[in-house]
C-alpha cells in the first residue's frame, strides 16, 4: 500500500508533532505487510526526536481493508488530505469495490456522493467487474435496477399523471411499493407550482389551509422529546410489541440504562485515545442503522399515505 500523499511527508507537521511526542496516540500498523497505515508523520516525529519506540495497534485484514482503513482514519484527524488525495483515493477504491455506493465512497474519503458518482462516471471504461447492485452504508446490497426504475416511473407519470399505481409498477417495472412513492413524488412537483399562485386567498381557500401542512411533509404524531423515556415506555406497554417476535427484538434495543446524549461527550472525554478510532467507526455503524429503519418507516408510512 503506497502513500495517501502526493506530496509526501510534511516536514512542518513532523515537526509540530515532535514537540509532544510523549502525547501522541498509537500509530496504526498492517500486521500481514507491516506497513504503516496510519500514522507516518507520528513515526517520523518520533524517529527524530532520538527514541526508539512507539506505540502501535495493529490492523488484521486483507490490503484492500487497510486502504479503507488509511483513508477513513487520514480523513477524520491529524493532518487532512488534499482535495486530490481523496479523488485518487476515490479512484482506488471504486476499482477496489465497484459494487459500493456512491454514498458509501463519499463517507469513507470526505467527499460528496456527486463528486463520487462523476468519478464513477469518468473512470467507467476502467473499472473491472461491473456490477448490478450498489452496496450501501448500512451494508444492504441495493439493485442498481431500482433507481432506474423510478426514473422510467417519474417519465411515465409526467406523461400520463392519472396512472395507478399498479399501471406504473407493469410499465416501468418495478414494485408496488416503489411505484405508490412514485406516484407520491410525481403529485408533489405537480401541486407545488400551485400552492405560491393564490396570493390573496379568499375566506374559502383561508378555511382549507388552516391545519394543513406543507406540501410533502407530514407531522410527528408522536415527537420524541430530548428524554426518550416516556416514548420508550408507550412502546414497552403496545401488545402489538411485546407479544411479536420483531417488536420484542427491537424493545431489546430501546435500553432505557443506555447512555443519554448529554452524556455522550462526558463520556468520548474519558475514553481511551487508542480506542477511538474503533469506537468511532462502530457508533457510525450504528447511527447508520438507525437511520435506514428511520427511512423505511417513512417510507412506508408514504407509502401508506399514497393509497388514501
Same mark, same amino acid.
Given at each position: 500500500? *503506497?502513500?495517501?500523499?502526493? &506530496?509526501?511527508?510534511?516536514?512542518?507537521?513532523?515537526?509540530?508533532?515532535?514537540? $509532544?511526542?510523549?502525547?501522541?496516540?498509537?500509530?496504526?500498523?498492517?500486521?500481514?505487510?507491516?506497513?504503516?497505515?496510519?500514522?507516518?508523520?507520528?513515526?517520523?516525529?518520533?524517529?527524530?526526536?532520538?527514541?526508539?519506540?512507539?506505540?502501535?495497534?495493529?490492523?488484521?485484514?486483507?490490503?484492500?481493508?487497510?486502504? &479503507?482503513?488509511?483513508? #477513513? %482514519?487520514?480523513?477524520?484527524?491529524?493532518?487532512?488530505?488534499? %482535495?486530490?488525495?481523496?479523488?485518487?483515493?476515490?479512484?482506488?477504491?471504486?476499482?477496489?469495490?465497484?459494487?459500493?455506493?456512491?454514498?458509501?465512497?463519499?463517507? $469513507?474519503?470526505?467527499?460528496?456522493? #456527486?463528486?463520487?458518482?462523476?468519478?464513477?462516471?469518468?473512470?467507467?471504461?476502467?473499472?473491472?467487474?461491473?456490477?448490478? &447492485?450498489?452496496?450501501?452504508?448500512?451494508?444492504?446490497?441495493?439493485?442498481?435496477?431500482? *433507481?432506474?426504475?423510478?426514473?422510467?416511473?417519474?417519465?411515465?407519470?409526467?406523461?400520463?399523471?392519472?396512472?395507478?399505481?399498479?399501471?406504473?409498477?407493469?410499465?416501468?417495472?418495478?414494485? %408496488?411499493?416503489?411505484?405508490?412513492?412514485?406516484?407520491?413524488?410525481?403529485?408533489?412537483?405537480?401541486?407545488?407550482?400551485?400552492?405560491?399562485?393564490?396570493?390573496?386567498?379568499?375566506?374559502?381557500?383561508?378555511?382549507?389551509?388552516? *391545519?394543513?401542512?406543507?406540501?410533502?411533509?407530514?407531522?410527528?404524531?408522536?415527537?420524541?422529546?430530548?428524554?426518550?423515556?416516556?416514548?420508550?415506555?408507550?412502546?414497552?406497554?403496545?401488545?402489538?410489541?411485546?407479544?411479536?417476535?420483531?417488536?420484542? #427484538?427491537?424493545?431489546?434495543?430501546?435500553?432505557?440504562?443506555?447512555?443519554?446524549?448529554?452524556?455522550?461527550?462526558?463520556?468520548?472525554?474519558?475514553?481511551?485515545?487508542?480506542?477511538?478510532?474503533?469506537?468511532?467507526?462502530?457508533?457510525?455503524?450504528?447511527?447508520?442503522?438507525?437511520?435506514?429503519?428511520?427511512?423505511? %418507516?417513512?417510507?412506508?408510512?408514504?407509502?401508506?399515505?399514497?393509497?388514501?
Amino acid at each position: 500500500m *503506497g502513500s495517501l500523499r502526493t &506530496v509526501g511527508e510534511d516536514p512542518r507537521h513532523i515537526n509540530a508533532l515532535a514537540e $509532544v511526542c510523549s502525547a501522541l496516540p498509537p500509530i496504526v500498523i498492517h500486521r500481514r505487510t507491516m506497513t504503516v497505515i496510519d500514522g507516518v508523520h507520528r513515526l517520523r516525529a518520533v524517529e527524530n526526536s532520538g527514541a526508539t519506540h512507539i506505540s502501535a495497534v495493529l490492523f488484521n485484514g486483507d490490503e484492500r481493508e487497510a486502504f &479503507v482503513l488509511a483513508v #477513513k %482514519l487520514n480523513s477524520n484527524h491529524g493532518l487532512p488530505l488534499s %482535495l486530490a488525495d481523496r479523488k485518487a483515493a476515490a479512484l482506488h477504491m471504486l476499482a477496489d469495490f465497484p459494487e459500493w455506493s456512491n454514498r458509501r465512497l463519499a463517507g $469513507v474519503v470526505g467527499l460528496s456522493d #456527486k463528486t463520487i458518482a462523476a468519478l464513477r462516471r469518468r473512470s467507467g471504461a476502467e473499472l473491472p467487474h461491473p456490477t448490478a &447492485v450498489r452496496l450501501g452504508r448500512d451494508g444492504v446490497a441495493y439493485p442498481l435496477a431500482a *433507481g432506474e426504475g423510478r426514473r422510467r416511473a417519474l417519465t411515465y407519470l409526467a406523461a400520463h399523471p392519472d396512472a395507478s399505481a399498479q399501471e406504473v409498477a407493469r410499465v416501468a417495472h418495478i414494485s %408496488l411499493t416503489t411505484a405508490k412513492d412514485a406516484r407520491k413524488r410525481a403529485r408533489t412537483v405537480r401541486e407545488e407550482p400551485q400552492a405560491t399562485v393564490q396570493q390573496n386567498p379568499g375566506p374559502a381557500q383561508e378555511r382549507e389551509a388552516v *391545519g394543513r401542512p406543507p406540501i410533502g411533509k407530514r407531522p410527528r404524531e408522536q415527537p420524541v422529546s430530548t428524554d426518550p423515556a416516556p416514548a420508550v415506555r408507550r412502546l414497552r406497554a403496545d401488545p402489538s410489541l411485546r407479544f411479536t417476535e420483531v417488536g420484542r #427484538k427491537l424493545l431489546r434495543t430501546l435500553d432505557p440504562s443506555a447512555p443519554q446524549p448529554h452524556e455522550w461527550a462526558a463520556m468520548a472525554s474519558s475514553l481511551p485515545i487508542h480506542c477511538a478510532p474503533l469506537i468511532a467507526e462502530l457508533a457510525r455503524h450504528h447511527a447508520e442503522s438507525w437511520q435506514l429503519l428511520a427511512e423505511s %418507516l417513512t417510507e412506508r408510512m408514504n407509502s401508506r399515505d399514497a393509497d388514501v
